[in-house]
């Protein structure tokens, strides 16, 4: 799914016009992308939280001459899923390869 998308589908979804649908996701983008950079950490229950990470400073070797490059320290932003979303998309992977009945058929846990 790309950025316009997911814009289409918050458009049918909640009935907007595709402008407002952008506006709608931007904010959301804009909003994640503003917290990561002061450092602060977006946690969206259900989903997952997104924070930064700090990498040390290193060695590294550009692939085509071979030479020693110094890559400097940074940060770099990290999504870590929440268990709801890992068990939706592991049961919707499960059942997908299953066929219809198996996924419409009631777990015996209820």
């Known amino acids: 799914m790309t950025k316009a998308d997911l814009i289409e ?4 979804l909640a009935e907007l016009t595709r402008k ?3 506006v709608i996701v931007e904010t959301i983008f804009d909003s994640i992308v ?3 950079r002061v ?10 939280s997104f924070r930064t990470r700090q ?9 085509k001459t071979g ?5 400097p320290a940074k940060k770099i932003p990290f999504f870590k ?4 979303l890992k068990d939706l998309v592991n049961h919707s992977a499960a059942s997908a390869g299953t066929g219809t ?6 777990s015996p846990t209820q």
């Open 9 to 12: 589908e918050v458009s049918r």
């Open 34 to 36: 503003r917290s990561l």
């Open 101 to 106: 009945a198996a996924a419409s058929a009631p």
């Open 81 to 84: 899923p929440s268990k709801e």
């Open 20 to 22: 407002d649908s952008e």
């Open 39 to 48: 450092g602060d950490k977006i946690e969206i229950r259900g989903f997952g």
């Open 55 to 63: 990498r040390k400073p290193r060695v590294g070797r550009n692939p």
């Open 67 to 71: 030479e020693r490059v110094e890559v």
